[in-house]
């Protein structure tokens, strides 16, 4: 986490545009959705929204070092974010996709492998599968 902590770029222009980004969705869009499905009656709300992202960005164009702190944590919240979205996008990816492969192609071709139930049958001693042709260097040289 600290490792991390300290691998986060943090300069003058970002901490500026990251003011000014938190304005523009907090402090702009937000309040005006709101208003809009306020049939534009402007309530309290979008009022202390825009008066306080403006401070902040404020803040983050005078006093830009001072919100070092601020920005690397919202960037250890984005990358803590984005870890968990990774895992379930994967998740989702491989439940969806993957699986229903694999069940179709049982369903179509049977299993590819021996199973312990023929072993348990006898109608096989061993996984090792025969092959007709003799072996030869060359295939175990250039497999592919």
């Excluded at 003058?12 to 306020?38: D, M, Q, S």
């Excluded at 139930?117 to 592919?144: M, V």
Aim: hydrophobic share 45%.
């Amino acid at each position: 986490m600290k490792q991390t902590w300290n691998n986060i770029p943090v300069d003058h222009k970002k901490v500026r545009e990251f003011g000014l980004v938190i304005f523009v969705v907090a402090g702009i869009i937000i309040p005006a959705i709101i208003t809009w499905k306020n049939d534009w009656i402007i309530t309290d709300v979008t009022g202390y929204l825009f008066a306080g992202t403006l401070a902040f960005m404020g803040i983050c164009l005078l006093f830009t070092k001072s919100m070092y702190p601020v920005y690397r944590g919202w960037m250890m919240l984005a990358l803590g974010m984005g870890f968990v979205a990774t895992r379930i996008i994967i998740t989702l990816v491989y439940l969806f996709m993957m699986t229903p492969v694999g069940f179709i192609r049982r369903q179509k071709a049977g299993s590819v492998y021996r199973t312990f139930l023929d072993f348990k049958t006898n109608s096989t001693d061993t996984y090792w599968i025969r092959r007709d042709e003799p072996y030869k260097k060359e295939h175990t040289e250039r497999q592919f």
